[in-house]
């Protein structure tokens, strides 16, 4: 049987992966956090202490370390450095600050790109990411674009931060999440935008079990269960 692929783009903080993970859940899929590869990428730049605005050091980085991925209990992606479980790790505060920069390195997008494309044609998937839709799985069974207001963002990821034991004030944080939509949209290498034939669902003031269900609607209407 021809795989299914589930593509949800969207900015940062649109809930994304946490919609992905519930989709996957719901139609039993397996799904690919394609943000937590990225931030696997610039935790290791935190790490050893590499410039991750140089393309070069970020690339020496990928040959000389091990990143793998496995599924995890609660259906999302645990990510390993050198055998070790860093998944805790890729939300730190550091990492969100430079995930963004790494994300532009042509020779870091065409490795994870491939490895987003295997996973994609061994498995039924739901991946969410920037570019999913538009470069990494341009034929995708379903492609949803998934956003919400700057603001709404920003008090999602204030919480993420909560949990976490960090503290940062809102607005410090409504510029961030700006500064990333500009930085993501107006990348020369596979920017943030929306596929010509994705779904737009705004996730504003919307409880996640409804937007799941749209987008569970979305697949059994392309008669792929």
Not at 114 to 127: E, G
Not at 132 to 138: D, F, N, Y
Request: charged share 30%.
């Amino acid at each position: 049987m021809v795989p299914v692929s589930i593509a949800i783009d969207g900015p940062a903080g649109a809930g994304k992966s946490t919609v992905a993970k519930l989709v996957a859940k719901r139609l039993n899929l397996m799904y690919v956090d394609t943000g937590a590869m990225y931030r696997a990428v610039a935790y290791l730049c935190v790490k050893d202490g590499v410039d991750g605005r140089v393309e070069r050091a970020v690339r020496e980085l990928l040959d000389t370390h091990k990143i793998t991925f496995e599924q995890g209990a609660d259906n999302g992606l645990r990510v390993f450095v050198d055998g070790v479980e860093v998944t805790a790790r890729l939300r730190d505060p550091e990492v969100s600050a430079l995930v963004s920069t790494v994300a532009t390195h042509p020779a870091v997008r065409s490795q994870l790109t491939d490895w987003q494309r295997d996973f994609a044609a061994r498995h039924s998937v739901v991946m969410d990411g920037r570019d999913i839709g538009t470069v990494v799985l341009p034929n995708a069974t379903v492609k949803v674009f998934l956003t919400a207001a700057p603001e709404e963002r920003a008090r999602r990821r204030q919480q993420e931060y909560h949990q976490m034991g960090y503290e940062v004030a809102f607005d410090d944080i409504v510029r961030s999440v700006i500064e990333r939509d500009k930085k993501d949209s107006e990348r020369a290498l596979a920017p943030l935008r929306e596929a010509e034939d994705a779904v737009r669902i705004d996730s504003t003031d919307k409880p996640i079990e409804y937007v799941v269900d749209e987008i569970v609607q979305l697949v059994e209407n392309a008669h792929v269960r």
